[in-house]
């Protein structure tokens, strides 16, 4: 859910972003129409200007006439270019009131060499000439950092013979308006993007930070110990109708896991009850037949032996229920190893003599290790049993605890010969109801033994391994928690060793 999440938060960004882009290449689109639309509109009103000069030259018959007349044609930032073939000579007219090197401030020419590149990307067309019907091509020139409309052609009349143009400087009468249309382009822009950020933050607020906080808060809930996610805040109903069925699934759930733990708890009562008096009755034919031979009462011991090995079982089971699936916190319980373990080994070596034990440690007696009883039982009996089950007559097997004083750990190891894990089956063997090909092939089981004891590791935030040569497997738990508690000597006794 929570990949599901970030998917749909980055689609709807990336949708945000596209957004931002179309919005600025439709303002980009206004802005060069606006400034299109204007540079027309100054062609169009060079063009009178240049069907009266025509219409001098047509009209006029003395040379002195005809530059007094181009002198009063131009207005504001128009000029008037002649060349006369005849005479060989070239003028330029102009407003007196118009500058044709203008100064502009700093900001402005910063803002020029964007202004002419937009223009010169603007085609102008052609308009017509009634004069020669014809028509003639509007075009743009740029001269010292300025771009001017061009209007002009080559003329052959009875008395002039050459070429007229007239010109307007654009940059100059359109800056104002390019500054104007910036300006709204950027106004636009910037509400666009406040309006698209503000629905984002919206969108996300109302449709996914209900769903982010759902998935947190589950995902800090215990295993199966679940309370249900509430939001107080504004929410859409979509979004409230995947909370409560989630929230439902979560809650059936738990109590279809409750409702296993009740069944367990009456299995493994129901279990025991038999196992104790199982035990009863022996005890009491133990007391009946004080003169059996030493084989029977060995048997009738073993038989004890194992039914309670059955009830710690059960115990152990139902615990590690309760701490793995339950979300319980595990018991506050600190014990000797060595003291837990010794009777196991020496339990183990009495009823299988066909296999060879042995059993050694390398640690000050008094450290005691954070984990319970029933689960550090259950992990060795099931370690020990394995080490049985898949070795043979004559085989090795080794019990010991060290201290790992340079990197702080205690390690009780658990290690057999004649037995072997394949190299790829390694990193599998802690999985529920995992058995390799041999396993299955050689012996009964479930697959559950090396679960639960990886399962204990994970409680007690310890770790186990496992290492396979061609002849050996070993299984090591490594833990972190430990302490050494040092024995007290009672008043009595310190009184009785004064005296």
Request: charge should be negative; hydrophobic fraction near 40%.
């Amino acid at each position: 859910m929570r990949n599901y999440n970030n998917y749909q938060s980055m689609f709807m960004l990336l949708a945000h972003i596209l957004f931002v882009l179309l919005v600025f290449l439709t303002i980009l689109l206004y802005g060069n129409s606006r400034m299109s639309t204007s540079l027309r509109q100054e062609a169009y009103q060079l063009f009178p200007s240049h069907i009266w000069i025509e219409e001098i030259i047509n009209q006029c018959d003395d040379v002195t006439d005809l530059i007094e007349c181009l002198k009063m044609i131009p207005k504001d930032d128009e000029y008037i270019y002649l060349y006369d073939k005849k005479a060989g000579t070239r003028a330029v007219y102009t407003d007196d009131s118009s500058d044709m090197n203008p100064q502009y401030a700093d900001m402005d020419k910063l803002l020029i060499p964007l202004l002419n590149t937009l223009l010169n990307q603007i085609d102008l067309g052609s308009v017509y000439n009634v004069y020669f019907d014809q028509r003639i091509d509007i075009g743009l020139a740029e001269v010292d950092n300025s771009t001017l409309i061009e209007i002009g052609h080559e003329i052959e009349t009875d008395f002039f013979s050459g070429e007229i143009f007239a010109y307007r400087n654009v940059t100059k009468s359109l800056l104002e308006e390019f500054k104007n249309t910036m300006g709204q382009c950027f106004l636009i822009f910037g509400l666009s993007c406040s309006f698209i950020v503000l629905n984002y933050k919206l969108m996300k607020k109302s449709y996914y930070s209900p769903l982010e906080e759902m998935t947190e808060h589950y995902l800090k809930m215990s295993r199966f110990h679940l309370e249900p996610f509430i939001y107080d805040k504004p929410i859409i109903p979509e979004v409230q109708r995947t909370v409560n069925a989630v929230n439902k699934t979560m809650l059936e759930l738990q109590d279809g896991i409750k409702e296993t733990k009740l069944f367990l708890d009456e299995m493994v009562h129901e279990i025991k009850n038999p196992a104790h008096n199982i035990k009863n009755e022996i005890e009491l034919i133990e007391d009946m037949l004080p003169d059996a031979d030493a084989e029977i009462k060995s048997r009738l011991q073993s038989v004890l032996n194992e039914t309670a090995n059955i009830s710690s079982f059960l115990s152990s089971i139902k615990i590690i229920y309760n701490l793995y699936y339950l979300g319980a916190a595990p018991p506050n319980s600190w014990l000797n190893p060595i003291e837990k373990i010794k009777p196991i080994y020496e339990e183990y070596k009495k009823k299988y003599p066909n296999r060879e034990f042995h059993f050694k440690h390398d640690i000050n007696p008094n450290i005691q290790i954070w984990i319970d009883a029933g689960s550090i039982e259950l992990m060795i009996r099931n370690l020990l049993d394995n080490a049985i089950k898949y070795s043979k007559d004559g085989s090795t097997i080794f019990i010991g605890i060290r201290e790992y004083k340079a990197v702080n750990k205690v390690i009780i190891d658990v290690i057999n010969s004649d037995s072997s894990i394949e190299y790829e089956n390694l990193g599998k063997v802690f999985g529920k109801y995992y058995r390799t090909k041999r396993a299955k092939a050689k012996t009964d089981g479930i697959g559950i033994g090396l679960w639960l004891i990886h399962s204990i590791a994970e409680i007690y935030k310890a770790n186990i391994y496992v290492q396979s040569s061609t002849n050996t497997t070993g299984f090591a738990f490594s833990t972190e928690h430990y302490k050494e508690v040092v024995q007290e000597i009672n008043e009595t006794e310190n009184k009785a060793i004064s005296s």
